[in-house]
């Protein structure tokens, strides 16, 4: 399953990505969409939200070799 492609069609280009860094890139959104949602959150919580979603999307950068 690590091998497998999956075909993203942006607006120029169609994008590889493997089903490991779009699952990254779909963890990352539904934290940010928590972060975006959420009214009940400390500082600490916050924190290590983004701190998450950075490495999600640090990683598929470093996959992706951009």
Do not use: G
């Not at 089903?19 to 400390?42: G, M, P, T, V, W």
């Amino acid at each position: 399953m690590k091998h497998q492609i999956l075909n993203i069609a942006s607006s120029n280009d169609i994008v590889q990505l493997n089903l490991d860094s779009f699952a990254k890139l779909e963890q990352a959104e539904l934290l940010a969409r928590f972060l975006l949602n959420s009214n009940h959150i400390n500082k600490n919580e916050f924190i290590i939200a983004v701190s998450c979603i950075a490495d999600l999307l640090y990683n598929v950068m470093a996959q992706a070799k951009l």
